[in-house]
């Protein structure tokens, strides 16, 4: 890497380790006054948690060699081996590994004790995440040496974190009062600053991921801009007619949900290509939202509606939208001819939604077996914040 790489490179790590605060405050809005403590504590507490599994283990397991295609070694435990090149690489993946348990935390709002959660996100970080990681990123994981692409994470970190979160919830069970009782967010300005700065870190997210400060680089924060603009667009227009009120909730949403789903694509395709992909996946996750309440499972903060639901549409239609004119490291999509990719597209979706989920249940169960999972009905109801951390987020309840 040359020193125009480079600086790029630390510049963009520095951009997604940002998003972790922007994700706390993004979620810390949506909740109840009483819980929001605990969940920007849920969120800040996930750094250092998973900064020393990824550096001790974590990114040995995802990126040493391969065994079968299924997981790395144990060549680069504690970082040995590592030069400083290499190091770069190591950061910037850590803030990937970092903020993508943290998605998952936004499911559980309100009722989850604090100890099961580090307990959870943890072997989470251990387990799931560098298998993951291995298939869709690394050279020699079954997914990427057969083809299957995904440029920033829509499969790795989207469609992983939103079915973990999908099976966390399914055995945590719904907060006391869910479907029944008002639990509107408490400070949508709170949730509005923390969208700004996700929007502001994905362009390291997804233009860092090119790994070079080259025309790959500036073709993914083009498509991320019109991907998380199309995204708010589509999302509020569908929520206007069908409500008749255009909300800042609706705005903010709608541009995550555009945001993953450019994400897999961003260094792929061309900005009219992320046009359709961050109109598709806001208008997707807008009807995806509705789902919880059909099936019966608390999603609190629609980590499943907005992550699963957009990492799907974003890596399928990548599959039809990709470009190896734009960028070779990638085969073309279905409408350049490449009905291929576009199944291995479709595969890589399957496998990480079956993987994850079965993983992140046995998790789930083993945490909740061992230590349990819930806080008690009377804790949940006088907040998170004085019964886990006996702090308050605003003085006075």
Not at 64 to 72: E, H, L, P, R
Not at 227 to 248: D, H, N, Q, Y
Request: hydrophobic share 55%.
């Amino acid at each position: 890497m040359d020193s125009g790489n480079t600086a790029w490179v630390l510049t963009a790590t520095a951009l997604v380790f940002f998003m972790t605060p922007g994700l706390a405050l993004f979620y810390g809005g949506m909740v109840r006054a009483k819980h929001t403590l605990n969940m920007l504590m849920m969120n800040f507490f996930t750094i250092p948690v998973v900064t020393v599994i990824w550096i001790v283990v974590g990114f040995s397991l995802a990126f040493d060699g391969t065994n079968g295609g299924i997981i790395g070694g144990l060549g680069n435990i504690g970082l040995a081996g590592v030069g400083d090149e290499a190091l770069l690489f190591v950061a910037f993946q850590m803030m990937f590994a970092i903020i993508t348990p943290a998605l998952i935390s936004g499911a559980v709002a309100d009722r989850m004790k604090f100890s099961a959660w580090v307990a959870f996100m943890a072997l989470w970080a251990l387990v799931v995440y560098p298998i993951v990681a291995h298939w869709g990123f690394a050279e020699g994981g079954w997914l990427f040496a057969w083809g299957a692409r995904d440029f920033a994470g829509g499969l790795v970190i989207h469609i992983n974190a939103g079915v973990a979160a999908y099976a966390l919830v399914r055995v945590l069970g719904p907060r006391h009062g869910f479907g029944t009782d008002s639990m509107r967010p408490h400070s949508l300005p709170l949730t509005l600053i923390g969208t700004g700065i996700l929007w502001f870190g994905w362009f390291g997210f997804n233009a860092g991921s090119a790994f070079a400060a080259d025309g790959n680089a500036i073709r993914a924060l083009v498509t991320t801009q019109v991907g998380a603009s199309l995204g708010a667009l589509g999302w509020v227009v569908f929520e206007w007619r069908r409500t008749g009120k255009p909300t800042l909730l609706g705005a903010a949403s709608g541009s995550v949900a555009g945001l993953v789903g450019i994400t897999p694509a961003a260094g792929f395709v061309g900005p009219l290509a992320a046009v359709v992909i961050g109109a598709a996946a806001g208008i997707a996750c807008f009807f995806a939202i509705s789902l919880k309440t059909r099936y019966g499972f608390d999603d609190s903060l629609d980590v499943v509606g907005i992550h699963m639901v957009g990492g799907i549409v974003g890596s399928l239609l990548t599959g039809v939208f990709a470009s190896n004119a734009l960028n070779p490291a990638v085969s073309d999509g279905l409408v350049y001819g490449g009905a291929g990719f576009l199944g291995k597209q479709a595969v890589g979706v399957v496998a990480i939604l079956a993987f994850s989920f079965v993983a992140s249940t046995v998790l789930a169960r083993v945490v909740d077996a061992t230590i349990g999972l819930r806080v008690s009905e009377q804790e949940e109801l006088e907040g998170l914040d004085i019964t886990q951390h006996e702090e308050r987020a605003y003085g006075t309840e």
